[in-house]
């Protein structure tokens, strides 16, 4: 397999192949000497010339993130056969963008309307959790073309609050 | 002794005094609210009963489905745990009047406890260093500025009240008084339908240390030793040991004995805890007695080798204290780590949801006491405490470094927690030193955290794709594939693939 990964907004390719002994793994063309377990779901002991590794991995409302010890990387793995493609590569700045709740909660106040201009970091919503109020910030500079969240609505984790564009 | 004890609270406090129930052979009742039902102290009982929606006012602070669940199961006592309805008098006299023993103080003792304003003058009878400042509600602006005068600026103002900072107001200057004494009259009023605001001298940068005592129905008290609790955020306690770092002998005989002496002006039984503030000259003064268990107790067991728990119910069966003060020892250090369900990169908001992975520290000098489980989902209705960690060692260094090796072994995944927190703490050179006051944390905080040492992003690179090929079924969405494959190449189940289509759509 030959897989694009991202750790930490740096890229990498990674060949991984089952050996007799083991993997084949080329890291970026450099052959590494490694040796994988997987301990249980979620959790990885790997071993590279001798250095023992615990992996965690844990997936967010968004995101997926691997823990080597107690460091957090913020992870992305792609397969560059694939006709998606990355995915969001130009999305950041262009087009509509999604507000994702991210915990469960309660819209407590909407500050902005629809259609109304914002700025990048922008309060949009307050969401509020175990008794603590969360501003919700708008991730670009653009226009709130819709609140999917009305005050008072409970939402979990990833549900749409708003879109920006 | 009790057959049977309800435990009117959630999370891991009632599942501390679940678990003391059960090895003294007494049956436990857990109550819940709807979002609990699936919750490790109703897992833990030995009978469970729901009590309503939510909102604590109409579940686990309603006296009387409290009481009715109380009746109905036939349990002859209650332990309030901490918060809800712990320090609440009228609920230890409803108690009394509905025939079951509330385990923990008189109602009077609480409300002496209660008002702050009366609780300073009882402990003025009784010869109690207090911080210099009135014992009765401010009467006029003229008469703040004649006691602020008097015992020298910067002066605090605090609601008779209050609690969590509410009505309280720092002010430097004579010219500064008047308005902020209207603010907190007002602020008072809001919170807790009462304007008593009195004034008190400024402590600068103090330790906030407070003793541990324990009395039975027949007179005797006995303290149990300090618990240093400087480490705080937003007047909330976040990391506490015992002893304290600067804390000797003579000092804790000192408090220690000041201590009982209010626990008896109180007429006080039960567990309780005397706090104090302690002034750059290890002057210590009354600040407030905490009348029910603490969160932090654990440190005072492992130190002791007193279970508290056991104790309060003893007590408040009628037993006699079995041991007097002379037969109190402490031994070596204990540390304690309050976990929250909180997220530390974004201002420690609150972080509820499904604990996805949960990997337990154990070994030598660890305790958790903890109300989570792995698959459980944390609820936003209440306080975020998940767990605690307690680290236990010979002296403060090797509790230290217990401590720091079991926050490395510990892994919540799914929701965000302080545990990072700690490791810096732990780490941090004034935190070593025993170099703590109240603003210790705010200024850590601001600090630069220092640089992750020892990253490897290129072993989390391999592990991403070794996670793609050995456990497939959560496979980022971003993959591309349509279809997870597992190693041997077969497609898994479809519960996975409606996951993954579910994922794709919540990533847009």
């Known amino acids: 397999m030959v897989y694009d990964v991202t750790i930490d907004g740096k890229d990498y390719r990674l060949e991984l192949e089952r050996a007799e002994a083991g993997w084949l793994c080329r890291l970026d063309g450099r052959e590494i000497q490694m040796d994988a377990v997987l301990a249980r779901r979620d959790v990885l002991s790997v071993l590279i010339a001798g250095k023992a590794y615990e992996i965690k991995r844990e997936h967010t409302a968004t995101d997926m993130h691997l823990w080597v010890g107690s460091v957090r990387y913020l992870a992305e793995l792609r397969d560059p056969r694939s006709l998606r493609g990355r995915r969001g590569a130009d999305a950041d700045e262009k087009g509509p963008k999604k507000l994702l709740a991210p915990m469960p909660g309660k819209v407590m106040r909407v500050l902005i309307g629809e259609e109304q201009a914002v700025e990048v970091g922008q309060s949009i919503l307050v969401v509020e959790a175990m008794k603590m109020q969360n501003e919700i910030k708008s991730p670009k500079k653009g226009t709130v073309r819709k609140i999917v969240a009305a005050e008072g609505a409970n939402v979990n984790a990833g549900d749409v609050l708003a879109i920006v564009d | 002794m009790f057959n049977k004890i309800l435990i009117a609270n959630r999370g891991e406090i009632a599942v501390r005094v679940i678990r003391a129930c059960r090895e003294l052979g007494i049956a436990s009742v857990a109550v819940y609210s709807d979002v609990d039902r699936a919750s490790l102290h109703v897992r833990k009982a030995d009978e469970a009963y729901h009590i309503g929606p939510p909102a604590a006012a109409e579940s686990y602070l309603n006296f009387a489905k409290i009481l009715d669940v ?210 750059q000259d290890k002057n210590f003064y009354f600040l407030e007695m905490n009348t029910r268990l603490q969160v932090e107790h654990p440190v005072t067991e492992l130190t002791t080798g007193l279970d508290l728990v056991h104790l309060q119910i003893r007590i408040a069966a009628g037993e006699m204290l079995p041991f007097g003060q002379e037969d109190v020892r402490i031994r070596g250090h204990a540390i304690e780590c309050r976990i929250y369900a909180e997220d530390p990169d974004n201002n420690y908001f609150p972080s509820p949801g499904k604990i996805t992975l949960l990997l337990l520290p154990s070994g030598p000098g660890i305790r958790r006491d903890s109300g989570m489980y792995e698959g459980w989902t944390v609820p936003i209705d209440y306080d975020p405490l998940l767990a605690k960690l307690i680290g236990y060692g010979t002296n403060r260094t090797q509790a230290i470094s217990r ?54 992003p290129e072993v989390a690179a391999i592990a991403a794709g070794i996670f793609a090929i050995l456990d497939p079924a959560l496979a980022p969405a971003s993959n591309g594939n349509s279809f997870p494959k597992s190693a041997d190449g077969k497609v898994s189940g479809t519960a996975s693939s409606w996951k993954r289509a579910a994922r794709v759509e919540s990533l847009g």
Do not use: W
């Not at chain 2, 919540?412 to 490791?423: D, P």
């Open chain 2, 70 to 279: 109380a009746k109905r199961s036939g349990a002859d006592a209650i332990h309030p745990g901490y918060g809800f309805l712990s320090e609440n008098a009228k609920f230890a006299q409803a108690c009394v009047n509905a025939g079951v023993k509330f385990i923990g103080p008189t109602a009077a003792s609480m409300e002496m406890m209660g008002s702050k304003t009366r609780a300073r003058q009882e402990m003025e009878k009784a010869g109690v260093p207090l911080v210099p400042g009135t014992s009765r509600g401010l009467e006029s602006a003229e008469q703040a500025e004649q006691v602020a005068a008097k015992i020298g600026y910067p002066v605090m103002l605090k609601a008779a009240a209050g609690g969590g900072g509410k009505g309280m107001r720092l002010v430097h200057r004579a010219e500064e008084l008047k308005s902020a004494l209207e603010a907190a009259q007002s602020e008072a009023e809001r919170a807790f339908a009462d304007r008593e605001v009195y004034i008190e001298k400024t402590i600068i940068n103090p330790r906030h240390i407070e003793m541990q005592v324990l009395a039975d129905q027949h007179g005797n008290t006995v303290y149990l030793g300090e618990r240093e609790c400087s480490i705080q955020r937003r007047h909330q306690k976040v990391l506490e040991e015992s002893p304290s770092p600067i804390v000797d002998a003579d000092m804790r005989r000192r408090m220690g004995e000041v201590a009982v002496r209010v626990a008896k002006a109180a007429g006080y039984s039960n567990a309780g805890t005397v706090e104090f503030l302690v002034d």
């Open chain 2, 403 to 456: 401590l720091t090796r079991a926050l490395h072994e510990y892994f919540v995944g799914g929701i965000k927690t302080n545990i990072s927190l700690f490791r810096r703490i732990l780490t941090d050179a004034d935190f070593q030193a025993g170099k703590l006051d109240t603003g210790y944390l705010d200024r850590l905080l601001k600090s630069k955290p220092p640089e992750v040492r020892g990253g490897h």
